[in-house]
């Protein structure tokens, strides 16, 4: 027969063992490049995260940037189409994830470069294939360029030469 202890010793293991077993955040970016040439780098801090594969974040990837490498771009992506992103779970009414495409000096148009959110926001994004698009930043007051996403673990794919 079980005593109230007991009872309560067992609730209380439940409990902690469905807690751990809770999925924690996690964010996938993936690449699409139909360029033919180039490699898709992602940057985080000065740190390349990916040349093309998926990569996949346990816990929000904050100021990430990606671009095409073509040979011209700096490490920072200095000289080409610039796509920024913070993927992130939001926690209250717009902390959520937040990409945009940046043609701020130094950045420059270099091939035609898009995202879009998947796993939720499905369809929100930007493309970018011109020079002057009207969907990247040119200045650094262009905030309503930022395409923003409230959904938890969202995923992004990123499109070169589409």
Not at 16 to 42: M, Q, Y
Not at 74 to 92: K, Q, Y
Request: with cysteine; glycine share 10%.
């Amino acid at each position: 027969m079980f005593t109230t202890s007991t009872r309560l010793l067992t609730f209380a293991a439940a409990a902690l063992a469905a807690l751990s077993t809770v999925n924690a955040e996690s964010h996938t970016i993936n690449f699409d490049n139909k360029c033919g040439s180039g490699t898709p780098t992602l940057v985080q801090g000065g740190k390349i995260l990916s040349t093309g594969k998926p990569f996949t974040s346990n816990g929000p990837l904050t100021s990430a940037i990606a671009y095409l490498q073509t040979g011209s771009c700096g490490l920072n992506g200095e000289g080409c189409t610039l796509i920024e992103t913070t993927l992130v779970n939001p926690t209250s009414p717009g902390s959520g994830s937040s990409s945009d495409i940046s043609l701020i000096p130094p950045h420059t148009f270099s091939v035609t470069s898009g995202f879009h959110y998947t796993n939720g926001c499905d369809g929100a994004g930007a493309d970018c294939t011109k020079p002057d698009c009207p969907t990247a930043f040119h200045v650094s007051t262009d905030t309503d360029k930022q395409v923003a996403c409230q959904t938890n673990d969202v995923d992004l794919t990123i499109t070169f030469c589409d």
